[in-house]
């Protein structure tokens, strides 16, 4: 009997040391880093710890002598481990986005969908918009978050109230028509849009999440974004 239970009284107490090292981990990590840390787990290279806070990977060693802050490329299928992390600890189950606080697009059958989290002074966006004219069959919310200034936020407001969004939001990004109409109307979706970004991380625009909930910031080739649409499907 007492043979029998060596093996699991060995697994539990390894499993232990293993939880308390991470306890310890997140703990000194957090104190370091000044801020909360998501998760902490063992990367499986050269007796690093992943520590993942504020969106980003941080490695480091079990006393925290040292962080390693960029890819961390596997030797010998040379894939980058850490871009493969980001998206699988970044991605969001698509259906809790809070679609009715965002500017629906619908193109062609609609089928293939995309949710943009943008703001309406930002460069990027506008080259982006510019590229995802060119998609078909496709539903995009696009949901304003102006982080770059008060202008923005008055913007966002101006292009919520009105009563084309799409029409207006699109007159702005594409041909530089600024929106001109009233900004006092319930305005609280992009209010709820600046929480709902901070909750998830989002530091720039745009940021996209695909329908399999994978997340990529910034604005990115159209070719890539036909790929990531067909692989989400």
């Known amino acids: 009997m007492l043979k029998k239970m060596l093996p699991m009284a060995f697994l539990m107490a390894c499993c232990l040391n293993v939880a308390a090292d991470e306890a ?11 801020t ?3 998760s902490v787990t063992k990367s499986g290279y050269l007796g690093l710890y992943e520590v993942f806070a504020d969106g980003n990977i941080v490695y480091t060693d079990e006393k925290g002598t040292a962080f390693i802050v960029g890819p961390l490329i596997d030797g010998k299928t ?5 871009e493969e992390r980001m998206k699988k600890l970044t991605a969001i189950r ?8 965002a500017i629906k ?5 609609g089928k293939r969908v995309l949710a943009t989290f943008e703001d309406p002074n930002c460069g990027y966006c506008k080259r982006l918009a510019k590229e995802l004219q060119k998609l078909d069959n496709i539903t995009i919310y696009t949901f304003l978050l102006p982080i770059l200034s008060e202008d923005s936020v008055r913007k966002s407001k101006q292009i919520w109230c009105s009563a084309d969004r799409a029409g207006t939001w699109n007159d702005w990004m594409l041909d530089g028509k600024a929106p001109s109409g009233r900004e006092d109307c319930d305005t609280s979706a992009v209010a709820k849009n600046q929480e709902f970004g901070r909750k998830l991380n989002i530091s720039g625009t745009p ?3 695909f329908a399999n909930g994978e997340r990529i ?3 990115i080739p159209l070719a890539r974004i036909e790929q990531k649409l067909n692989q989400a499907k």
């Open 24 to 34: 310890d981990i997140r703990k000194m990590m957090e104190a370091k880093l000044g």
């Open 36 to 38: 909360k840390v998501e």
């Open 78 to 82: 040379m894939k980058n481990v850490t």
């Open 94 to 101: 698509f259906g809790d986005l809070p679609l009715d606080r």
């Open 105 to 109: 697009q619908v193109r062609g059958d």
């Open 207 to 209: 940021t996209m999440f």
């Open 217 to 219: 910031p910034g604005a």
